[in-house]
């Protein structure tokens, strides 16, 4: 049954300046997987100089990634009465996906190979430094094991449903910035092929309540269908304080591209 009288805005942050990777295929998958199940869907695109009453008005939040120079304006822009709000949906359990430059910048602070500093919002217990040039980016295929953070997602919303086949997560990373996370995130998987945060400590992104930083480029909802599930679901289930039970969708495609990318790494999921 589709779930026609449902409705969801989505606030998509400053998709002009982060969204260099492709992210915005992150937006694609949201809004057809909404209107495959017959639920309204609006993209409210919150770009430099938007009001911050905005965000309020936006049931999921997105922001992709970018380079240095583009974090830099955006941090420009971010005003305290943004940040203040932000930080008032996340804590409220608002969901939202953070990639890469965007996840980075929730953070404490990204720490630039020279040495600057460029002041993130502080709403995520991380913080990120770039080793500088002598340093391995870190780029390439990854595959995450997200069992037992999306199972701990799962049990606390408001319905229970068995986990899907397979809950490990594909994609691709790029990046010279390395994230550690503090006592109050946990991280969004375990690495099983790739670098994750830093290369060194088997972690790849962050979750705090609803809301989900990564450094997966890919973009990652497409060719992991389950976190967008999860993603729509949690923001339904906020907006109309009630269980959800979203509608299957055929994901045969989805699960295909997963298993190509599994198999040249050797890895079986």
């Not at 502080?122 to 770039?130: A, F, Q, R, V």
């Not at 989900?212 to 906020?238: Q, R, T």
């Amino acid at each position: 049954m589709k779930n026609i009288k449902h409705n969801l805005v989505i606030g998509w942050l400053y998709p002009e300046l982060m969204s260099t990777y492709g992210d915005r295929g992150n937006i694609i998958c949201l809004q057809k997987r909404c209107e495959w199940r017959g639920i309204n869907v609006e993209v409210k695109r919150l770009d430099v100089g938007f009001p911050y009453e905005q965000l309020a008005t936006c049931h999921l939040l997105f922001m992709g990634g970018a380079q240095d120079n583009q974090q830099k304006i955006v941090s420009h822009d971010f005003s305290k009465e943004k940040a203040k709000e932000l930080k008032k949906m996340v804590e409220d359990g608002i969901p939202g996906l953070y990639i890469c430059g965007a996840y980075q910048f929730l953070g404490r602070y990204y720490k630039e190979a020279d040495g600057t500093i460029i002041k993130g919002l502080g709403i995520l217990d991380l913080y990120t430094e770039n080793p500088g040039e002598n340093h391995e980016r870190l780029i390439g295929n990854i595959v995450v094991n997200a069992r037992s953070m999306l199972h701990v997602a799962r049990r606390e919303s408001s319905t229970s449903h068995a986990l899907p086949a397979t809950t490990h997560l594909v994609g691709f990373e790029n990046h010279g910035g390395c994230t550690y996370l503090g006592k109050d995130v946990k991280p969004l998987g375990k690495v099983i092929k790739g670098f994750g945060n830093n290369g060194t400590d088997g972690a790849e992104g962050a979750v705090y309540k609803n809301s989900f930083g990564s450094y997966l480029h890919g973009p990652i909802l497409p060719k992991n269908p389950v976190l967008a599930d999860l993603l729509i679901k949690l923001a339904l289930e906020k907006k109309y304080d009630s269980p959800i039970n979203l509608s299957p969708l055929d994901d045969s495609l989805e699960i295909k591209a997963q298993n190509t990318i599994a198999k040249r790494l050797n890895i079986k999921i």
